[in-house]
């Protein structure tokens, strides 16, 4: 059996720590999703996420994890014989670069090394050629540590490229980072709750163009499960195509309400300032794996300089405190760890936490 009396808090990049008082959220008595009480949940919800997003467009509320939109992106949004340019620099970017080519589109990887950012002019070289429809970018790698330069990626695009099509994963970027979605012109944008929204994962919050749904009505084949246009039909009478996962609509409703009373602003300062915290330490203990311009602001990849165990530092950070951090990704797995600082962790959760690094690697 697991041992729930005491699981340990958790300093991975997500699932992250949940407050007592969220997890509440999602034991609320059941309602039906086609009575008057779930419409309500549903319309104040969207309401309250385009105000985080900073859009007037779609806002879906999608009970699957953040990999279901990879998918759903390029279905609804790219057809047969148009290509698609990957921007890969990571895990997690990479991975979405496949998931194009497992939907029988054609795809082009755009490879940096990883932990480097994907930069605008590497992207304008790339769009010149004139033969791609849509661009893949993840804004917060996080299998890395590296936040790309959207916003000035996102003027270029504006600029020099306005007829293609932009996906964002914001994943472990969206509500530790700035996003606004309109001015942004963006397409498609979404992240699961298990990251900055810190709830339960199972569940993603997507932002969508008007102009991506009205490309998605002259795609066939789109798919059922994650028919952006059947959303936005469903999106009319404030509800979903299918059951939603309910207590998870509850938790974001919540969460999305404590974000708008401490002020976006405020909630990316404090992202900010836990990153320039965790990563002036990481530089005097350590270095850090990303030029430092471009290291994301929910989470800190520090490089292993002084080669130490990190499975053993785990083991000893959960046994004496009860916590635990991550490894590093895949084959940056010894050579990094990284330390999550988003969602609902403090100033004061960091400084303890790293204190007792501190302690344990002496
Ligand atoms: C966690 C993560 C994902 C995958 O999200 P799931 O909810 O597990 O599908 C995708 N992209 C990024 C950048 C992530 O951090």
């Not at 936040?147 to 099509?165: C, F, G, H, R, T």
Request: neutral net charge.
């Amino acid at each position: 059996m697991v041992d729930w009396k005491n699981p340990p808090k958790l300093f991975i990049p997500g699932p992250v720590h949940v407050l007592p008082e969220v997890l509440q959220q999602l034991a609320r008595p059941t309602m039906g999703h086609r009575n008057k009480e779930y419409a309500q949940l549903h319309n104040e919800t969207i309401a309250m996420l385009k105000q985080v997003l900073f859009t007037e467009q779609n806002v879906f509320l999608v009970t699957s994890s953040a990999s279901g939109i990879w998918e759903a992106s390029i279905r609804n949004c790219v057809s047969k014989d148009e290509t698609v340019l990957a921007c890969m620099c990571g895990a997690f970017s990479d991975k979405w670069g496949s998931v194009i080519k497992s939907c029988g589109r054609n795809m082009e990887p755009l490879k940096v090394e990883w932990g480097k950012p994907t930069t605008a002019e590497l992207i304008d070289q790339k769009l010149a050629t004139g033969k791609y429809a849509a661009v893949t970018i993840v804004y917060s790698e996080t299998s890395t540590g590296m936040a790309n330069p959207v916003y000035e990626i996102s003027e270029m695009l504006k600029k020099k490229y306005p007829d293609v099509l932009v996906f964002v994963d914001a994943v472990s970027a969206m509500v530790g980072m700035p996003i606004h979605f309109d001015k942004l012109g963006w397409d498609v944008t979404f992240a699961s709750v298990q990251k900055a929204f810190a709830i339960p994962p199972g569940f993603t919050v997507a932002a969508v163009s008007k102009r991506a749904i009205e490309k998605a009505k002259t795609v066939p084949e789109r798919g059922y499960y994650f028919d952006f246009v059947d959303f936005v039909k469903n999106n009319e009478k404030d509800n979903t195509p299918t059951t939603p996962s309910i207590p998870h609509i509850v938790a974001v409703n919540y969460q999305a309400s404590r974000l708008l009373k401490e002020g976006m602003e405020n909630v990316w300062k404090r992202h900010k300032e836990m990153a320039d915290y965790c990563r002036a330490w990481a530089k005097d203990r350590f270095a850090l794996f990303c030029e430092e311009k471009y290291c994301t602001n929910t989470l800190t990849t520090v490089k292993n300089t002084r080669n130490i165990d990190i499975g053993a530092l785990n083991k000893s950070l959960q046994a004496n405190h009860n916590v635990i951090i991550s490894n590093g990704y895949g084959d940056l797995k010894g050579v990094t760890f990284r330390i999550a600082h988003m969602g609902d962790h403090t100033m004061q959760d960091l400084k303890e936490l790293l204190s007792w690094i501190d302690a344990e690697v002496k």
